[in-house]
């Protein structure tokens, strides 16, 4: 049997070269995600930047630490706590002490944006180090010292801190572009400092820190003493690093499973149909003695010599294609600019047995329908297909599609919110897109027939033979349709459910916004109390300030949970400017002793108590006054300004007063911060801009994943036409001499092309529909007021490349076997 395999692969290589490029380009894929995951795994520990010539950093407490029967379980804080005033004094008789402040700056008018530069005291940059390399130190309260160049000294520059004079320049060190101020004006701007530079021995700073933890000094508990390499966790988001690697380690991962589930789909299906054509050849093994168990072990050896190759060869393609992509993911920003792949062998270890695995996987079902082969196949003389679906097909496609709707059912039941998640709605369709490739061929013929309703009605036999044919070749129609439904129907579904989100996102921020005008403080800013009050003295605006913080609650008594929170200034007027989505409760019995949860909250009952923590680390025990509907997740929490100390105002929400001119109100609010650098928006321009559209690492990833769906459409539909168009010969033949031209015979093909790709294209859409229906039924049980979006135009697009690609694929093969004939004819 091993040499019928060998021989067989080097005769119908063409029947085999579909499964091959599948696998190859799936090995491929799956080399260059392990790699890049293997560096992921190796990343290295981001460096000291802005504290790298630091002797020591002392910051204070940053993190929330709360015991529990599992052990530990921290978080960091919203609003990390400056060092106490007792532990700084303690310092200062060690060394030098210097307080670091950091606060945006927004230039007017030149070439940086809100929140692109930040603010620090002259004294800190030593640290970095910066050096002055033109200029001089800044000496007075208008004086500043840049970085990169962007302004030279002498320049005057309009910020939203005043006009400020560039006395000096320092040389960029690529992590920040920074503005120096004087040490006196930094502490006005930025009054509160989280963490101090101390120039003293480590051993000698930490046992100051510990000492005042001996002594009880308020505070003082969570201060941490960073030196080293630990100098790094000063500096500004230093897991940026970490979450980049997240985010492309997820990127990489929805790819390899996507291209796993397709290139499986693709070798089975194409050795399904190999086998179905083959079915005399199998009768005359057959006839000749073979038994069915050699057959099935000739089909699954051709399935390990394709394996074995295409795997080989997907190796060598990754190992190329890793470097130029893991540039690619550094150039669009996915991931930190010291990315680059290591020289890791695990990764092709397996990808080149995960290849073997899906070919043997795929042949699996092929070689048992081959051994099903009788004797009387080798004088079957017609190409009907009488029995499209085989017992084992029937089982798992049932299977699946109950698994499938069982599945949503319960989810749907227990946690509609689970849906909306990425990870789902990027899983959840497989089971639906299989079941439905797997049943295809029963409804292969009611569709086919409605299809081809009309074109079988009109002059001439083209659309008569057409759905006969397609009718007639349920298993040929059947093997084409279904890549071009599992392309429609991923199309449909991914980038229908991110639409869908982002249109149920949208409503719900436009249905919770009643104020007229909502006032922003720059990215990474707030108001100050005299900012808030020339805003309340504007004559008509009745305003409700907030503030960004957090709470955290422990559920289960294991897991400490982190709940983003809106800090309410004026409780009485929040009503006028917000339309809470409330499920039980009363927004006006919010005080400083209460809370507003929402549903996905472990205890979520109006009146009873519940014991958090809040954006500072503060314990306190809260009633809960009211309790939100959960809708797509980012409902937060609402508590009082008292209970977000230190939190600045960032949002300013704005109802007019009974009479007040919109326009009137609006050139007030906008005199105000403008000097702050403030925006002011409609309560509908606002709502538009805050329900943006999906990060970018999500839609490179959906469009990956759609990308590969295509290809991997466009490799099996062209295998399987050439294949199926080659075994056709007999029939173009009898066209031929019941006098139909050539260009009538490839009209017919191509309108066959047509009506299996709307086949599968019908099917694809039932498919994605049935999906956004789950997650338009989970939204309604989550009170969220949106509908399921179909991305028409992006499926309209798929299914017109996958009919192009079916009709050239036909008509090319039709037109070398139309000249082949005519060369022997002549």
Known sequence: MLTTALHTLRTRWAAFTGSFVALALGVALLAVSGLALAATLDAPDRKPERFAAAPVVVRGQDTLRVPTASGERTQELARPRAVPGAVVARLKRLGTVVEDRSFPV????????????????WSTAAFAPYRIDAGRAPRAAD?????????????????????????????????????????????????????????????????????AVRDSVPGSAGVRVLAGDDRRYADADPDRDREALTGLNALFGTAGGVTAFVSVFVVASTFAFAVDRRRREFGLLRTAGATPGQLRRTVLAEALGVGVLASAAGCVLGAYAAPHLAARVVEEGLAPAWFAIGDHTWPYHAAFWTGLVVALCGATAAAWRAGRTGPVEALREASVDTRAMTRGRWVCGAGLLLTALVTLVLALADDPGDLLHRKTYVSRPMPLIAAAALLAP????????????????????????????????????????????????????????????????????????????????????????????RLRAVPGARLSPTSSSAVYVLEDGVALIRSDARAVAAPER?????????????????????????????????????????????????????????????????????????????????????????????????????????????????????????????????????????????????????????????????????????????????????????????????????????????????????????????????????????????????????????????
């Open 442 to 533: 029963v409804v292969v013929r009611p569709t086919a027939r409605l299809l081809t309703w009309l074109p079988a009605r009109l002059p001439g036999a083209t659309g008569l033979l057409a759905r006969e044919n397609t009718v007639a070749g349920v298993r040929r129609t059947a093997a084409v349709a279904a890549p071009v439904l599992v392309t429609v129907a991923l199309t449909g579904s991914l980038l229908g459910a991110v639409a869908t989100l982002d249109g149920a996102k949208a409503a719900e921020v436009r249905e919770r916004t009643a104020a007229a005008f909502v006032v922003t403080a720059p990215s990474g800013a707030g108001f100050d109390a005299a900012t808030v009050d």
């Open 106 to 121: 927004r230039v007017r008018g030149g070439g940086h944006g809100p929140g692109e530069l930040v603010g620090h005291p």
């Open 574 to 826: 929040l009503t006028a400017t917000t339309r809470l989505p409330l499920a039980a409760g009363k927004v006006s019995d919010l005080d400083d002793h209460s809370i507003i949860v929402n549903e996905e909250w472990e205890e979520h009952t109006v009146g009873r108590r519940v014991r958090v923590w809040l954006g500072d680390g503060t314990l306190k025990t809260l009633r809960i006054a009211a309790v939100m509907h959960t809708g797509t997740g980012d409902n937060g929490v609402y508590v009082t300004a008292a209970n977000a100390a230190g939190a600045p105002v960032d949002r300013v929400d704005v109802a007019l007063a009974d009479g007040a001119d919109a326009d009137t109100v609006a050139a007030g609010l906008r005199g105000v911060v403008a000097s702050a650098g403030g925006r002011v928006a409609s309560g509908d321009d606002w709502a538009e801009a805050a329900s943006a559209e999906s990060g970018g690492t999500t839609r490179t990833g959906l469009f990956l994943v759609l990308g590969i769906a295509l290809l991997y459409t466009g490799i099996s539909v062209v295998n399987t036409m050439l294949t199926a168009t080659s075994d056709r010969v007999r029939d173009l033949t009898v066209l031929r001499l019941t006098g139909a031209t050539d260009a009538q015979v490839l009209r017919l093909l191509a309108v066959e092309s047509l009506t299996v790709a709307a086949v599968g294209t019908l099917l694809g859409l039932l498919v994605a529909g049935l999906n956004l229906a789950g997650m338009g039924a989970a939204l309604h049980l989550l009170a969220v007021p949106a509908t399921p979006v179909v991305p028409w135009a992006a499926v309209a697009t798929t299914a017109a490349a996958c009919a192009a690609l079916t009709v050239a694929a036909s008509l090319t093969s039709a037109t070398l076997l139309i000249r082949r004939r005519a060369v022997v004819r002549e």
């Open 143 to 211: 004086e500043v010292v840049v970085t990169g160049g962007w302004a030279a000294p002498g320049e005057r520059v309009r910020t939203d801190l005043g006009t400020l004079r560039v006395v000096g320049t320092v040389p960029g060190r690529g992590f920040e572009d920074a503005v120096f101020f004087t040490d006196a004006r930094a502490a006005r701007l930025a009054p509160v400092g989280v963490q101090v530079a101390v120039d003293a021995e480590v051993s000698a700073v930490r046992k100051a820190v510990r000492d």
